[in-house]
C-alpha cells in the first residue's frame, strides 16, 4: 500500500478534493481523502471485500486508525464522494512513465503508444442498466452484467495508462477514442482495424500524433488520396522498417 501512496501522494488527493468543491461536513464520516484510497485499493484487491481492503488500509491512511468501520459506513461515503474526484486524481497521475531511450517505449524519437477498448462489468443495478446498458437477448431480457466499455491511450512499453475515456454498450469504441487524440500529440499511436475510419484518422493527426493502423483489408492505391494528410501511405508489415517514406 505503500506504493499507492507513493504514486498518488495525501496532498494531490487534497487538492483534487478541493478543486471539486467538497468538504468533511459530517462529523465522524470517513473523510474524502480516505474514500479516495478506499476506492483506489478496492481496484488493486478486486478479489477482497470492504472489510478486507480496509483493514489493508490501517496502517497507511490516517482515516481509518483503530476499528475498521462497518460496510454502510463505506457505501454511504462513497455515495458522498463520487466519480468527479477520481476522475481528477487520474488525469493528475496519469501520463508517461518511459524514460527517454527506454526499450520498446520508443521509435525513431516518438513515443509508442497504443489506443484499445475492453469491457468492465458494472454491479447489476436498474441505474447502470439504463446508464451503460447490457448484453440482452432478442426479446430484451438482460443476459448478463451491464456494462462499461472504456478506450485507452496506453504507453506501449510500459502499459501506463495515459488517458483514458468511460461508456457504456450504448457508445461506440470510436466516440470514446476521438477525445484521446490531444493527448497523443507528437507520439506514434497504434490501433487495431475497428479504428480505421476518417474521423478517428483525422482527430489524431490534426493534433499532431502519428499513426500505425492496421487496415479492414487491401485499399485500391487510389483510395488513399482521401487520406487527411499528404504523408500518409499503405504499407505492408514487412516495410517496418522502412516506414517514413513512401513505399516505390
Known amino acids: 500500500m505503500g506504493v499507492l501512496t507513493r504514486w498518488v501522494p495525501p496532498e494531490l488527493v487534497d487538492q483534487a478534493v478541493s478543486d471539486c468543491g467538497r468538504r468533511d461536513k459530517w462529523p465522524g464520516a470517513l473523510p474524502a481523502r480516505t474514500m479516495v484510497y478506499f476506492v483506489l485499493a478496492l481496484a488493486l484487491f478486486h478479489q477482497d471485500s470492504y472489510d478486507d481492503v480496509a483493514e489493508n488500509l490501517v496502517s497507511v491512511i490516517s ?3 483503530g476499528d475498521v468501520p462497518n460496510k454502510s459506513s463505506f457505501t ?23 524514460p527517454d531511450g527506454t526499450a520498446g517505449s520508443f521509435w525513431r524519437g516518438m513515443r509508442v503508444t497504443a489506443v484499445d477498448g475492453f469491457f468492465l462489468d458494472t454491479p447489476d ?37 495515459l488517458d483514458a475515456r468511460i461508456g457504456g454498450l ?19 499511436v497504434v490501433m487495431d482495424r475497428n ?13 499532431g500524433a502519428h499513426l500505425l493502423i492496421r487496415a479492414k483489408a487491401p485499399s485500391p492505391a487510389a483510395s488513399w488520396s482521401t487520406c487527411p494528410t499528404a504523408a500518409t501511405w499503405p504499407a505492408s508489415p514487412r516495410s517496418a522498417e522502412t516506414a517514413g517514406r513512401p513505399a516505390g
Open 76 to 98: 454511504r461515503a462513497r455515495q458522498r464522494l463520487g466519480a468527479g474526484i477520481l476522475e481528477t486524481v487520474f488525469h493528475r497521475v496519469a501520463g508517461p512513465v518511459a
Open 195 to 207: 479504428f480505421a475510419v476518417l474521423d478517428v484518422w483525422q482527430a489524431f493527426t490534426g493534433a
Open 170 to 188: 450504448n457508445c461506440g469504441e470510436l466516440e470514446l477514442a476521438t477525445p484521446l487524440a490531444e493527448t497523443a500529440r507528437g507520439m506514434l
Open 63 to 65: 482515516g481509518l486508525a
Open 125 to 161: 443495478t436498474p441505474a447502470n442498466r439504463e446508464a451503460f446498458g447490457g448484453p440482452e437477448a432478442p426479446d430484451g431480457t438482460p443476459l448478463a452484467f451491464p456494462q462499461a466499455r472504456v478506450v485507452t491511450l496506453s504507453e506501449a512499453g510500459t502499459h501506463a495508462v
